[in-house]
């Protein structure tokens, strides 16, 4: 129950911190990019401190390529917009989306 408010908690920051930094960036020759400089960089914040609290013994080079990966698979599928509305089944959706996408299979992977 306690893991499940976490993640209750920790998504509801997420969506807080996306739209505190909804701006979008544009690059010099590139489309604009759905998430911004800004957002990118807190998705990414979010993903770390929320990864270091469950598994406050895992060195950076585990825990920085699981929320590259998180944040790759947002920026790829999902829109600032749609992020801003998710309810709260759908963050659970999203949450089973990244585990299964990015977190490490075994405990020699958390090493």
């Excluded at 807190?42 to 920085?64: D, I, M, T």
């Excluded at 999902?78 to 963050?91: L, Q, R």
């Excluded at 989306?97 to 405990?107: D, S, V």
């Amino acid at each position: 129950m306690k893991e499940h408010a976490l993640h209750f908690i920790l998504l509801c920051l997420f969506v807080i911190f996306v739209y505190a930094g909804y701006m979008q960036a544009t690059v010099y020759g590139q489309e604009k990019s759905k998430f911004s400089t800004r957002q990118t960089r807190e998705l990414w914040q979010v993903c770390s401190v929320s990864f270091r609290s469950k598994h406050p013994g895992v060195s950076q080079s585990v825990y920085f390529p699981v929320c590259d990966c998180y944040v790759d698979h947002i920026r790829a599928n999902y829109e600032p917009e749609v992020m801003d509305s998710m309810k709260p089944e759908e963050y659970i959706k999203l949450s089973q989306e990244l585990k299964n996408e990015c977190n490490p299979k075994t405990p020699e992977e958390l090493i």
